[in-house]
């Protein structure tokens, strides 16, 4: 009699997300829609005083794994300024073989101001990551982004040695595109990580993005004094990156943002309380 062969095991992956749109209602920003599947969730902590408010995406799981799949979607209606943040820092899991995917889409409408300010993404060793970011922004609106990555769990002595990321970017204007980059690392990832004309060994990197159409110099030349490297590829948008041992990358990050949150935003130049909890 033959012998039965084992089904190969099989793994749950998540398939979640979170939608949300804001509204204007009587001169202020107002939850109008709100959609969230598991593991995704998000909660609304109340702001300071004066500040807009804030929506913290949550992932219950505590965590992404190859094979899951999580898609955001944010839409700020015209007039209104929301920030959206996390509570903590998201973690890719090492994977068995599968990708892990990301997507968020984010939309601003007409005089409308969105900030969009995670915490960091930790890669395991051992991750495939694959991330795309697609921003459309209206005439008059206003964009202040940052991510951060960070190369393993150097808290536990954790090198980053295989895995691949793949993070896209794309920012239009009224439908034309205004910025576009890709970062692919695959095979011999630590190589490229460790290489001087690459990443030089840095434990983490950060890119923080800035849409207005109001002059950005002057915000430009303040910024580079948080050890940024900073450009303004093209009027009403300016790029600065960071490079180095991952506390110092934050830090930078952090200040810059309460910097820009006061000139670019005019508002308040603190970060979000989700980030100093």
């Known amino acids: 009699m033959p012998r039965r062969a084992d089904a190969p095991p099989t793994h749950q992956r998540s398939r979640g997300g979170a939608a949300l749109r804001f509204a204007l209602a009587r001169g202020e920003t107002r939850l109008a829609d709100l959609h969230q599947a598991s593991p995704m969730r998000i909660l609304f902590p109340t702001p300071e005083p004066g500040e807009p408010p804030l929506a913290a995406l949550v992932n219950t799981a505590g965590g992404l794994a190859g094979g899951d799949e999580v898609a955001v979607s944010i839409e700020a209606g015209p007039g209104t300024h929301a920030v959206i943040s996390t509570p903590a820092a998201e973690k890719v899991y090492r994977s068995l073989g599968a990708e892990t995917r990301i997507e968020a889409r984010l939309q ?32 008059g609106a206003t964009l202040l982004l ?72 002057a915000a430009r030349d303040a910024a580079r004094g948080a050890g940024a490297a900073a450009t303004l590829p093209r009027p009403g948008l300016l790029l600065l990156r960071w490079l180095g041992a991952a506390a110092a990358v934050r830090e930078g990050l952090g200040a810059t943002i309460r910097l820009l949150r006061g000139q670019v935003l005019g508002s308040a130049p603190v970060l979000p309380r989700l980030w100093t909890c």
């Not at 960070?150 to 691949?164: D, K, P, Q």
């Open 108 to 139: 601003v409408g007409a005089g409308a101001m969105l900030e969009w300010l995670p915490q960091e993404t930790i890669l395991f060793d051992g991750a495939r990551l694959a991330r795309r970011l697609e921003v459309d922004l209206a005439p």
């Open 146 to 217: 940052a991510e951060m990555l960070v190369f393993g769990r150097h808290a536990r002595g954790e090198v980053l040695r295989e895995g691949s990321l793949l993070d896209t970017w794309r920012v239009r204007r009224g439908g034309a595109l205004l910025w576009a980059d890709g970062l692919a690392l695959g095979e011999g990832m630590r190589e490229r990580l460790d290489d001087p004309f690459g990443f030089a060994g840095a434990e983490a990197c950060a890119t923080l993005l800035a849409a207005s159409e109001t002059p950005l110099q």
